[in-house]
């Protein structure tokens, strides 16, 4: 065989398999978030069904929980609830905390848009939200994941920390099939004790 002809063989194998890597990266790109047994959400009420559908197996005792919508055209909020700079990349987008008390607690779900790879946004949840929002209390234990176009983020401390473990777990029984997990926990003795008088955080009630 010519020199030529073993040259111009080599350089169609090195382009087939460019573009095998090229198609390869797109495909993983494209189907990034994987399947999932979580149902199709399609309303912020659906996004509500499926927090109460997590909250089955959980006893949740005395804490009274109320489930709202976040605004994505607030940044304040998205910021306070994900720890996220705007909601751009989310369809719909749930909270659920206690209505009122000293219990630091929140479940965090949310859709992501398509073209989103929502365990990427599930990692830069936990690095970036606040343990500490509520101020006079803190979350020891974050959980976050995401399961196909969905993202789920929950932490807790004290009575909330065991709540919290119970919603992460049975949010990945629902979806059976899940990203990357990310916890994050901090011992009590890194905690700063409370200053006096701070006010209790509240979640806003639904107008």
């Known amino acids: 065989m010519k020199k030529s002809v073993k040259i111009i063989i080599g350089v169609i194998v090195v382009v087939a398999i460019i573009a095998g890597i090229i198609?390869?990266?797109?495909?993983s790109s494209k189907n990034s978030n994987g399947k999932t047994s979580l149902p199709e959400i399609s309303s912020s009420e659906d996004l509500h069904a499926l927090v109460?559908?997590?909250?089955?197996?959980?006893t949740?005792?005395?804490?009274?929980?109320?489930?709202?919508?976040?605004?994505?055209?607030d940044a304040n909020s998205v910021k306070s609830f994900t720890g996220l700079e705007d909601g751009s990349n989310f369809e719909y987008l749930s909270v659920s905390e206690p209505l009122i008390g000293s219990i630091p607690y929140s479940l965090v779900i949310g859709k992501v848009k398509e073209g989103t790879n929502a365990n990427e946004i599930a990692k830069q949840m936990s690095e970036s939200i606040d343990q500490r929002k509520?101020?006079?209390v803190t979350a020891n234990n974050l959980y976050a994941t995401s399961s196909g176009e969905y993202v789920f983020l929950v932490m807790g401390g004290q009575?909330?920390?065991?709540?919290?473990?119970?919603?992460?777990?049975?949010?990945?029984?629902?979806?059976?099939?899940?990203?990357k997990e990310y916890e994050k926990s901090i011992p009590d003795d890194e905690i700063p004790e409370d200053p006096e008088g701070t006010p209790v955080f509240q979640v806003p009630t639904e107008q």
């Open 60 to 73: 949740l005792g005395e804490l009274m929980i109320q489930t709202i919508d976040v605004d994505l055209t």
């Open 134 to 136: 509520w101020i006079c």
């Open 23 to 27: 198609i390869a990266v797109n495909f």
């Open 52 to 58: 109460e559908k997590i909250y089955e197996p959980v």
């Open 159 to 179: 009575a909330g920390t065991e709540i919290a473990k119970s919603a992460y777990d049975s949010f990945k029984n629902i979806a059976q099939t899940i990203g």
